[in-house]
């Protein structure tokens, strides 16, 4: 396979999430479903919440893959089944490890900030650590690399020598980058990634591509460095890893390897059996969808 760097702007899709929030999907996306083992990116806000809810998603099942739950404005609430309650802030990692079962919630304190704004990103996890036990990690502080103009905190793996607390299962980075206005840089790279970036906000340029927020540019691999230039202050996510060349099976919450997987998952999760129970959480859980009459196969990580 050629490994080379190109300039691919992936487009958002706008889904809409219960009666009144919106976000914008980036992966899976039309044209490309993974980015290393990062295989869902959902942008959303800033949404003024000061007269609504905010964030209620009730209690859910996932198999096979981690969440990262990653905020710029407003506070989450993590409920699950290991019996995890914590509040996650800006620039805080949640980061949820479902292995073979477990089941959450996130809301919105009822007393909140005006303004919520953040990312929901799933990394799968590879054959050999599918089925592992379920676990959810806080890391308040993570550790920062800063240029003149750069702010980078790491939220998985490393950039520059510095690296996030937050347990991997395959080489992969995330990293949010915070441009000041005039920043003009170049971020080292590892040339056996592949990355995207995702912008959350302001104006920036990534490898000379102007980006809008809610929008990510694909850059293959093969590159050292990629150079970033900030027309305003401007807020970016890098994420990124080694190609992920295992063929998975994405429905619903769950990731597996096969239509038997997927089936028990799916039934497990409306007997109410496998994936524990989410205590506190005001509300009933979700149902999962029926099943599509095809059959669902594994697929790779490009369409
Ligand atoms: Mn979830």
């Known amino acids: 396979m050629v490994a080379e760097p190109v300039r691919e702007l992936l487009s958002p899709r706008r889904v809409k999430l219960g009666e009144s929030s ?43 893959l981690q969440t990262v739950s990653w905020l710029h404005e407003g506070e989450v609430l993590h409920r699950d089944s290991t ?16 292995g073979r079962a477990i089941s959450h919630s996130e809301e919105s304190p009822k007393s909140h900030a005006r303004f919520l704004h953040g990312a929901q990103l799933w990394v799968a996890l590879p054959d050999s650590h599918q089925h592992a036990d379920p676990r959810f990690e806080h890391h308040a502080e993570l550790p920062v690399v800063t240029a003149p103009g750069l702010r980078a905190t790491l939220i998985l793996g490393g950039v520059d020598g510095a690296a996030s607390p937050g347990t991997t299962y395959t080489p992969i980075v995330g990293a949010d980058l915070a441009l000041a206005q005039g920043a003009d840089v170049r971020l080292p790279l590892e040339p056996d990634f592949e990355y995207a970036v995702l912008s959350m906000s302001g104006e920036a340029h990534v490898d000379g591509v102007p980006l809008l927020p809610g929008s990510m540019l694909y850059l293959g691999c093969g590159r050292s460095e990629l150079p ?8 970016l996510m890098l994420l990124g890893g080694e190609p992920f060349e295992e063929e998975l099976i994405m429905w619903w919450n769950f990731i597996g390897r096969s239509q038997g997987e997927i089936e028990q998952a799916r039934s497990d999760w409306m007997k109410g059996s496998r994936f524990g129970e989410v205590v506190g959480y005001d509300g009933a859980p979700l149902p999962a969808p029926e099943l599509p009459p095809v059959p669902l196969k594994p697929r790779g990580r490009v369409r």
Not at 29 to 57: K, S, T
Not at 84 to 97: F, N, V
Request: charged residues 25%; contains cysteine.
């Open 22 to 64: 919106e976000v914008r999907r980036l992966l899976p996306n039309l044209g490309r479903r993974m980015v290393g083992a990062w295989c869902f990116v959902d942008h959303y806000g800033p949404d003024d919440i000061a007269d609504e809810p905010g964030m209620q998603v009730p209690p859910h099942p996932h198999m096979g």
């Open 83 to 98: 019996g995890s309650l914590q509040a996650i802030r800006p620039r805080e990692l949640g980061l949820m490890t479902s």
């Open 228 to 235: 970033l230039r900030a027309e305003s202050d401007a807020g």
